[in-house]
T-cell receptor, first 112, second 114 residues
Framework: KQEVTQIPAALSVPEGENLVLNCSFTDSAIYNLQWFRQDPGKGLTSLLLIQSSQREQTSGRLNASLDKSSGRSTLYIAASQPGDSATYLCAVLSGGYQKVTFGIGTKLQVIP | DARVTQTPRHKVTEMGQEVTMRCQPILGHNTVFWYRQTMMQGLELLAYFRNRAPLDDSGMPKDRFSAEMPDATLATLKIQPSEPRDSAVYFC????????????FGPGTRLLVL
């Protein structure tokens, strides 16, 4: 059974800092890994999707890396802004029925 | 701007009542997912449909939950009878046929069972 862990559970940083969010998964036989953002009381918005054959994906100030062999992914946010405050969730697609398993999330607060 | 829609957005009901949640996936998407989110468990997959056929509903309590897709534009999740422990936010998401691409989430139904 796939298990996804995210560390830290919560993070508070001053505006402008670069930061790293971590995600680990137990079964390395994955199809892809996604990072989502969730604002309070809202649904999830996909930020980056990394296919199993890829090592990283970039979008603006966001960079996500994937190391399948070690079962790890990191989300790097450069020059953080107060608008980045949200919960970030990692999700892996794996298994015969391509089941998506989510981590519990990292709650990020960027202080102006 | 194509979006997944869910109704109702909020539902308060009493224990024992039937609850029906509806989802309209993005037109052309062939995969539909139902998730439940709680503070303690995070986001859990309840059911997964591809081309309206259920592929995986192992995450769903079978005795009280049921999920269906009467047609390609409507997915339903029913709870009967509802219990206080069912209180959560229920999300629907849809995606392209392969299931290996990004999912698009609806705004969720916030359910409170008293």
């Amino acid at each position: 059974k796939q298990e996804v862990t995210q560390i830290p559970a919560a993070l508070s940083v001053p505006e402008g800092e670069n930061l790293v969010l971590n995600c680990s998964f137990t079964d390395s036989a994955i199809y892809n890994l996604q990072w989502f953002r969730q604002d309070p009381g809202k649904g999830l918005t996909s930020l980056l999707l990394i296919q199993s054959s890829q090592r990283e994906q970039t979008s603006g100030r966001l960079n996500a890396s994937l190391d399948k062999s070690s079962g790890r992914s990191t989300l790097y946010i450069a020059a953080s802004q107060p608008g980045d405050s949200a919960t970030y969730l990692c999700a892996v697609l794996s298994g015969g029925y391509q089941k998506v398993t989510f981590g519990i999330g990292t709650k990020l607060q960027v202080i102006p | 701007d194509a979006r997944v829609t869910q109704t109702p957005r909020h539902k308060v009901t009493e224990m024992g009542q039937e609850v029906t949640m509806r989802c309209q996936p993005i037109l052309g998407h062939n995969t539909v997912f139902w998730y439940r989110q709680t503070m303690m468990q995070g986001l859990e997959l309840l059911a997964y449909f591809r081309n309206r056929a259920p592929l995986d509903d192992s995450g769903m309590p079978k005795d009280r939950f049921s999920a269906e897709m009467p047609d390609a534009t409507l997915a339903t999740l029913k709870i009967q009878p509802s219990e206080p422990r069912d209180s959560a936010v229920y999300f629907c998401a849809s995606g392209p046929e392969t299931g290996e691409e990004t999912q698009y989430f609806g705004p969720g139904t916030r359910l409170l069972v008293l």
